[in-house]
């Protein structure tokens, strides 16, 4: 099988976030950088289809040099190849993003296309489903569990409520959810041999972005509660605040 | 020069060290992975391993070695990685991040002294039936060294070696004690004199008959971890496991030993960072008169104290790191006698294996007790995070050699060193009547040049003393052990500062808060000096005295006033302790 895995840099889950000067980004000052999370599922699953099926997986990311490491991480796990689609930084616009990597993907003849189902950083949730349609490929978001029977691929992914079952044909695009499998650590000796695989760097020319963000804010500092009373008595007072104060009821 | 205690007499200019700003992406690599697992695979079990859970501890000592933590210091040919001493240093520190000192134990005594001997000394055959088993994990190590009557004095085992009658295995009757994963252990690395004076290392299988463990040591820490006596008892022993040469035993226990502290020094740090960790979470959630208790100055004072600690001792672990590698490279890979020439180009820097052991040691028990002390009333009860590592670090100060026989060791070596002239000490003495001259180069280094001229008179003082000490007694300095402790003190402060002042003027420029950096120079110089001065002063009223006493103490407080600086280390410390808050962790 030929998988190809997109991945994407994000800060690290403990980052404690702070405003970036200009006011349109997150501070970059002080981050440690991490693999997606989500992405780790999607490399897992990979790994495991291509250890069963034999095949190859190439890792894809999008951005600076400085993404590297990055990519290195999944390599480490246990990946085979590596792209890195050139760009200055991250695009604000998911879908210049995926026109990006659909016009890579659509290049490598893949048999199947993992995502993580989001970046927990900006947390679209956009770039598979994009991917799918510029490509034309069936695609199944949020996927906990996936089987693979010939050209056959039955998933659950996880909606409101519930599981659904879906078969799809491949080639298609996949988008992980936790619980799909347990990722692996990275060993040392896969670091190793990650070490020796070399990323291609490939130039693509980026669509201009149809989305700016002006402006990104902290949410409103938590309130401290109100004790308005105990028992029945209290009630009219609380719904008398939260119709009007509240203004949820 | 490449030889040990180097940093007594070379210039600090001219000093260069190694550390971890300069890690290459895959060391960075080594270091991200195996934090990753201890954060995740070991911290959950936390809790579970302390109640003496060795299926457990087994069980993720097996997964250490699926990622190759393990075998670090294990040649490629036998399924290790050969990654050197300082990946294996970053392993150890990291694997401490697990919150689990029982489990960094058993870690350590295994891929330390439960593997290095055979790695040193073992032959092809031994290697290739030992070595891939202890990389994966499949069999767990312990050393057995200590006995009832030999504890630090190691060479007084009594455990006896006889030959059987046709020569095919050694019969070994003895009492081993206080063996750290006894209990688990797949493998006993042990020691016994063949005809009571032929010091010999032997391979044990401890399901041998005549092996018996003993129970479970009731311990003050490390609960989560197997200590036991193990009584041998006319234990055949097939003479193909003598490891090394029989009588060159003693060989074999102090290498291994040099490693160990200088390991040790890596967990201490570890344990550092973990302590500041939980200590920060309590002291910024709670509130007395009204204020997190974290912003009083005194809290704030204990907190700067441990980050200055702990980046020193960072400094010096990853310095001594760097140069047992740098000297084991030296070695011919293609020499017959390989890892016998890697194990004397450890020795070389055995005064840097014992500070590590012992400034580490000692910087985190004080830390462990800062903390404790933040916590008040609740850093007593077992409930709360800080009694647990009161308990496990305590040991600290004691295995690997105590630290009052590594300070002896520290100062034995820098005297033969000095007597062997390994070390231009008696050039740099005679530089002594200068510098109290005022000649002295001037430093103009762009950062903590003050700093490190402090340093360099620092270097003469401990000079001064040293010499006095040697003139008066001799070698018989070892057996004044009270003097030989201030002197190693010095030894170890001088490393201390030289290191730590040379990786700041290094990497000032790569580090993303260079004036807390710089504040951690200044504070930890302004401090060390000024113990320094007192101590050299205190030295001499016990070497000499009348008039000789009065020059040399004269000579000595001119040294010391040209040394001392106008700190204020107050607003230093409430500067490092606001930076340590904003970052809410170790944070370098």
């Known amino acids: 099988m030929n998988i190809a895995v997109c991945v994407k840099q994000v800060p690290d889950t403990e980052t404690r976030p702070k405003i970036d000067p200009s006011g349109k980004k997150m501070s970059e000052e002080g981050v440690k950088w991490i693999l997606n999370p989500y992405d780790e599922f999607a490399v897992e699953e990979a790994l495991q289809l291509v250890e069963k099926n034999g095949g190859e997986v190439t890792v894809i990311s999008l951005g600076p040099a400085a993404v590297e490491p990055t990519i290195r991480a999944a390599l480490a796990m246990g990946a085979q190849k590596a792209i890195r689609i050139e760009a200055e930084e991250n695009p604000a616009d998911p879908l210049v993003t995926a026109k990006a990597l659909a016009e890579v993907l659509k290049q490598g003849n893949y048999d199947l296309i993992f995502f993580g189902k989001q970046a927990i950083d900006d947390d679209y949730a956009q770039v598979p489903q994009m991917v799918a349609t510029a490509l034309d490929l069936p695609c199944a978001t949020v996927v906990v569990k996936l089987d693979i029977e010939g050209e056959k691929l039955t998933v659950e992914r996880e909606i409101e409520g519930g599981k659904e079952k879906l078969s799809l044909s491949m080639p298609a695009v996949i988008s992980a959810q936790k619980g799909l499998n347990e990722p692996r650590y990275r060993s040392l000796k896969g670091i190793m041999k990650a070490k020796k695989i070399p990323i291609e760097t490939v130039q693509v020319e980026l669509a201009s972005g149809q989305l700016e963000i002006e402006k990104v804010k902290f949410p409103p500092e938590k309130q401290p509660g109100k004790i308005v009373g105990k028992g029945a008595d209290a009630v009219p007072e609380l719904v008398r605040l939260l119709h009007e104060e509240a203004k949820v009821i | ?588």
Request: glycine share 8%; net charge negative; aromatic share 8%.
């Open chain 2, 1 to 588: 020069m490449l030889t040990g205690g180097n940093f007594t007499v070379t210039p600090i200019s001219e000093r260069k060290v190694y550390c971890i700003e300069e890690m290459t992406e895959e060391q960075k690599e080594f270091a991200i992975a195996t934090e990753d697992f201890a954060t995740e695979e070991l911290l959950p079990h936390k809790d579970d391993i302390e109640q003496f859970n060795g299926e457990l501890t087994k069980e993720l000592i097996r997964k250490c070695g699926e990622l190759g933590l393990l075998g670090v210091d294990v040649p490629e040919e036998y399924d290790g990685l050969d990654l050197g001493k300082f990946i294996s240093a970053l392993v150890v520190e990291k694997i401490t991040y697990g919150q689990s000192a029982s489990f960094t134990v058993t870690f350590s005594a295994h891929t330390g002294i439960g593997t290095l001997p055979i790695v040193y000394f073992g032959n092809e055959e031994q290697k290739r039936r030992y070595l891939p088993g202890l990389a994966s994990g499949e069999i767990l190590s312990a050393y057995a060294l200590t006995e009832p009557g030999a504890g630090t004095d190691a060479l007084a085992i009594r455990t006896s070696a006889e030959l059987s009658p046709d020569g095919k295995y050694y019969i070994l009757n003895g009492n081993k004690q206080f063996i750290s994963n006894g209990g688990w252990a797949d493998l006993l690395i042990t020691f016994a004199k063949i005809d009571g004076e032929k010091l010999t290392c032997f391979l044990v299988d401890p399901k041998a008959e005549g092996v018996v463990r003993k129970e479970e040591k009731n311990k003050l820490g490390l609960h989560g971890s197997s200590t036991c006596n193990i009584i041998l008892e006319n234990v055949k022993v097939p003479v193909e496991n003598v490891l090394g040469e029989v009588g060159k035993g003693a060989e074999i226990a102090f290498n291994t030993l040099d490693i160990g502290r200088f390991k040790l020094g890596a967990a201490v740090l570890g344990g550092s960072k973990n302590t500041i960790l939980l200590s920060l979470d309590y002291a910024l959630q709670r509130k007395q008169f009204g204020q997190v208790i974290a912003y009083f100055d005194a809290i704030k004072k204990k907190f700067a104290e441990m980050v200055v600690r702990t980046y020193a001792l960072e400094s010096i672990v990853y310095q001594t790191a760097g140069l047992l590698d740098e000297s084991i490279k030296k070695v011919d890979k293609s020499a017959s006698d390989y890892y016998q020439q890697v194990a004397h180009s450890i020795e070389k820097y055995a005064i840097e294996c014992s500070i590590c052991k012992v400034y580490g040691s000692e910087a985190l028990d004080r830390s462990a007790d800062e903390g404790l002390q933040i916590f008040g009333g609740y850093g007593f009860i077992e409930d709360y995070p800080l009694a647990r590592i009161m308990r496990d670090t305590r040991v600290d100060r004691i295995y690997e050699g105590t630290n009052e026989i590594n300070r002896q060791i520290i100062l034995g070596y820098l005297l033969k060193k000095t007597l062997l002239e390994e070390l231009p000490i008696r050039e740099r003495i005679k530089e002594i009547p200068g510098v109290l001259e005022g000649k002295l180069p001037e430093f103009s280094a762009p950062v903590l040049a003050e700093e490190q001229r402090a340093a360099e008179i620092a270097k003469y003082l401990f000079l001064y003393v040293y010499n006095q000490a040697l003139t008066e007694f001799g070698q018989d300095i070892l057996n004044r052990q009270q003097i030989g402790e201030v002197l190693s003190d010095m030894i170890i402060q001088l490393f201390v500062l030289d290191t730590t002042l040379t990786r700041i003027r290094q990497t000032i420029d790569q580090v993303a808060k260079p004036k807390i950096v710089e504040a951690i120079g200044k504070v930890l110089t302004a401090e060390t000096v000024q113990q320094m001065g007192g101590a050299a002063e205190l030295v001499l009223n016990g070497i000499l005295s009348g008039k000789a006493l009065e020059s040399a103490l004269q000579e000595v407080r001119k040294l010391a006033g040209m040394m001392y600086l106008r700190t204020d280390v107050f607003t230093l410390k409430n500067q490092i302790a606001d930076y340590l808050y904003e970052q809410r962790k170790y944070p370098f």
